[in-house]
T-cell receptor, first 111, second 113 residues
Framework: RKEVEQDPGPFNVPEGATVAFNCTYSNSASQSFFWYRQDCRKEPKLLMSVYSSGNEDGRFTAQLNRASQYISLLIRDSKLSDSATYLCAVNDNSGYSTLTFGKGTMLLVSP | NAGVTQTPKFRVLKTGQSMTLLCAQDMNHEYMYWYRQDPGMGLRLIHYSVGEGTTAKGEVPDGYNVSRLKKQNFLLGLESAAPSQTSVYFC????????????FGPGTRLLVL
């Protein structure tokens, strides 16, 4: 099985802090990378795609490091509403677009 | 658009019973997926479909069957439920122009006693 590994956390940070998560993947042929957000007892929702050149969306920045086979997610100025589990997903580069998900990193933002 | 919907939201089964989980999407998506999510295991792909009438096995297909008779529906069947199939089941779909961006349904919580 192609592996996607994440630190499960939880990462406990105060409001306003900057926090970063990494996700390592084993399939060097993977071409597409994503970060999903999952709130407690809810479905995962796409947060952002990760491009080779990096991707920024407001307070969120995603980076790809192909040489070391990991992707990262940086959250600046953390909000209480950022508390969630963050899943990384990597395509398996097979003929069809199936994704392998990491087990997720839990973030808890406190007042 | 309702997006991706799943029926039922919650179900309790006894070992050996059968049931079908329904996933429906109104976004005209070609690809549909069934995942299970267990504590400490993350999301694991059970089966998927790349179009009406086609299905394929994912990472953990044993004990499950699927059918995609209509483009908008993807059914997941458990012929003889086992306690190991207690899980949260998520369906997802993706559009033809962006096959790797998956949209998830709200999930079905299944408890097998």
């Amino acid at each position: 099985r192609k592996e996607v590994e994440q630190d499960p956390g939880p990462f406990n940070v105060p409001e306003g802090a900057t926090v970063a998560f990494n996700c390592t993947y084993s399939n060097s042929a993977s071409q597409s990378f994503f970060w999903y957000r999952q709130d407690c007892r809810k479905e995962p929702k796409l947060l952002m795609s990760v491009y080779s050149s990096g991707n920024e969306d407001g307070r969120f920045t995603a980076q790809l490091n192909r040489a070391s086979q990991y992707i990262s997610l940086l959250i600046r100025d953390s909000k209480l509403s950022d508390s969630a589990t963050y899943l990384c997903a990597v395509n398996d580069n097979s003929g069809y677009s199936t994704l392998t998900f990491g087990k997720g990193t839990m973030l808890l933002v406190s007042p | 658009n309702a997006g991706v919907t799943q029926t039922p939201k919650f179900r309790v089964l006894k070992t050996g019973q059968s049931m079908t989980l329904l996933c429906a999407q109104d976004m005209n998506h070609e690809y549909m997926y069934w995942y299970r999510q267990d504590p400490g295991m993350g999301l694991r792909l059970i089966h998927y479909s790349v179009g009406e009438g086609t299905t394929a096995k994912g990472e953990v297909p044993d004990g499950y069957n699927v059918s995609r008779l209509k483009k908008q529906n993807f059914l997941l069947g458990l012929e003889s439920a086992a306690p190991s199939q207690t899980s949260v089941y998520f369906c997802a779909s993706s559009p033809p122009q962006d096959q790797e961006t998956q949209y998830f349904g709200p999930g079905t919580r299944l408890l097998v006693l």
